[in-house]
């Protein structure tokens, strides 16, 4: 039988964070540290995915220059398919700069992308071959909205399960639209509130919000929420899953990471709830590195961490 494989389509960054050694003030230089790593939602997400055993292609583009091969060099070296990769002199790989606070929470960011409008409908129609063996699509929704609608339709026509990760609160309004041709969907609250169209300010309004998404056709919804853990939503279940405590060095990379768990284990045949566990392993290990893919990251350390996590009502 052919192992499951993921292909993901979306941003290849090369990430620069700084944290603050103490409270963070604005409009001012703030001592810190410095760190950089091989970034970019769809690129880490696809990693990760490569580090829990799966197949993983990334149809992405990147720069001629210093970082675009860092980001080659990483992303091959962890597994990830990454021979379809546009490489381009018309622009520098995407970047992404962030401040973080001293508990490792994001302050501000700036994200300069150019190299994203590259994923265009004629790049995907030259490697429409890859859908054909596809498990599991997923959109990172920075791309072009033509890409997206490309995207949508392939999967639809092999009847593959596609997953948006919304990426900003302005993508995801953005979105809407297509909300009744996703599988899954994996919004944090703010991001949520653009889909839904009202406050996510209680845990029954969170609830509530998964339940319109799902009555807009989505089979998996997935609504983190930070500390308060994550929402998870089915035309059966809706459900809060407990955060497991730890301390955290880096919130980047998090959501992304929680996103390829829990994709890995719709790909293995668990349940949401289940799969969701195994989302919330994985970023509980990236929250506790600097790099934007924890490399501590592998099936059988994730499946031990997630048999530990319980619905919290």
């Not at 292909?7 to 230089?29: C, E, M, Q």
């Not at 041709?181 to 300010?201: D, G, H, K, Q, W």
């Not at 919130?251 to 668990?270: E, F, R, Y």
Request: charged content about 20%; hydrophobic content about 40%.
């Amino acid at each position: 039988m052919l192992q499951p494989h993921a292909l993901v389509i979306g941003a290849s960054n090369y990430d620069l964070k700084g944290r603050t050694h103490a409270n963070h003030i604005p409009k001012t230089s703030n001592p810190g540290t410095i760190r950089d790593s091989a970034g970019g939602v769809a690129r880490n997400i696809a990693e990760n995915l490569a580090r829990l055993g799966d197949r993983a292609t990334l149809l992405s583009a990147v720069g001629n220059d210093t970082f675009g091969h860092k980001i080659l060099e990483t992303t091959g070296a962890a597994g990830v398919d990454i021979s379809r990769i546009k490489i381009t002199n018309e622009c520098n790989t995407g970047t992404f700069l962030a401040i973080l606070n001293h508990y490792g929470d994001l302050v501000s960011a700036i994200a300069d992308l150019d190299a994203i409008s590259l994923i265009t409908v004629d790049y995907l129609e030259k490697n429409k071959e890859v859908f054909d063996t596809a498990s599991f699509v997923i959109l990172d929704a920075d791309i072009p909205p033509e890409s997206i609608e490309y995207s949508i339709a392939k999967c639809a026509e092999r009847d593959i399960p596609i997953c948006i990760e919304p990426v900003s609160v302005t993508r995801a309004k953005q979105i809407v639209p297509y909300l009744s041709s996703l599988a899954m969907i994996t919004p944090n609250r703010e991001e949520a509130e653009a889909l839904v169209n009202f406050s996510l300010n209680s845990g029954e309004a969170v609830k509530e919000a998964g339940r319109v998404l799902v009555n807009k056709g989505i089979k998996w919804v997935i609504i983190t929420l930070g500390p308060e853990g994550v929402l998870y939503a089915t035309a059966d279940d809706n459900e809060f899953l407990p955060s497991i405590s730890t301390v955290v060095t880096d919130t980047v990379g998090a959501g992304d990471a929680l996103t390829s768990g829990t994709i890995n284990g719709l790909m293995s045949g668990l349940s949401l709830g289940d799969a969701v566990r195994r989302g919330i392993a994985c970023a509980n290990l990236t929250l506790q590195t600097r790099l934007s893919v924890s490399p501590d990251i592998t099936l059988e350390k994730v499946k031990a961490m997630a048999s530990s996590i319980f619905i919290s009502r």
